[in-house]
């Protein structure tokens, strides 16, 4: 079974810190994908990240960066110098190759950054 | 281009009543998904659609079904409605039946909440 793991259920920052997102993944799949998706208040889910289990390379994109790490099943997301637009929830979620579009997503990490 | 469209945005219904909730992909997406959001979860796959064909279900009882037109769209119909249905309802489309190589791209979501 799949099971995507957000042990951070809120924290909360001062604007222009860095924080980290934890994100832990069980699978028994060798071929399997992970994302970060962010929903704003909106509710709309905004895809910000996918990575496949082959590409262990880490990726940074702005001020937002992601550390995959198969020998841990970790796939944790930092924000740099937060923003107040940072604010909202993100989730981290796995799919794997096989049947359906199904996206495993984790119980989400409520972000809050205070001017 | 439009994004995923998804109505009704709210809706409140009383239990026991029947719902049908609506999706309309990205031009040219041929797979739609159906989610549920509960509130302070992560979404729970519920059906994956491709081509008109149902790809995947997720652990719902058989009083959710979905189906998917010739032009993509889809609806997501529950009977019987209970009070623990309530939740956000998302749909995501993606270009081909395993969207991971092209992502997923999900609306704002129908907010169902029923007395």
């Known amino acids: 079974a799949q099971k995507v793991t957000q042990a951070q259920t809120e924290i909360s920052v001062v604007e222009k810190e860095d924080v980290t997102l934890d994100c832990v993944y069980e699978?028994?799949?060798?071929?399997?994908?992970l994302f970060w998706y962010k929903q704003p208040p909106s509710g709309e889910l905004v895809f910000l990240i996918r990575?496949?289990?082959?590409?262990?390379q880490n990726e940074i994109s702005g001020r937002y960066s992601w550390n995959f790490q198969k020998s841990t099943s970790s796939f944790n997301f930092t924000i740099t110098a937060s923003q107040v637009v940072d604010s909202a929830v993100y989730f981290c979620a796995l799919s794997n190759r096989e049947g359906a579009q199904k996206l495993v997503f984790g119980q989400g990490t409520r972000l809050t950054i205070n001017p | 281009d439009a994004g995923v469209t998804q109505s009704p945005t709210h809706l409140i219904k009383t239990r026991g009543q029947h719902v049908t909730l609506r999706c309309s992909p990205i031009s040219g997406h041929k797979s739609v998904s159906w989610y549920q959001q509960v509130l302070g979860q992560g979404p729970q796959f519920i059906f994956q659609?491709?081509?008109?064909?149902?790809?995947g279900r997720g652990n719902f009882p058989d009083r959710f079904s979905a189906r998917q037109f010739p032009n993509y769209s889809s609806e997501l119909n529950v009977n019987a409605l209970l009070l623990g249905d309530s939740a956000l309802y998302l749909c995501?489309?993606?270009?081909?039946?395993?969207?991971?190589?092209?992502?997923?791209?999900f609306g704002s979501g129908t907010r169902l909440t029923v007395v």
């Open positions: 699978t028994r799949d060798t071929t399997y994908y």
């Open positions: 990575r496949n289990s082959f590409d262990e």
């Open positions: 995501a489309s993606s270009l081909a039946s395993w969207g991971t190589n092209y992502g997923y791209t």
């Open positions: 659609y491709y081509e008109k064909e149902e790809r």
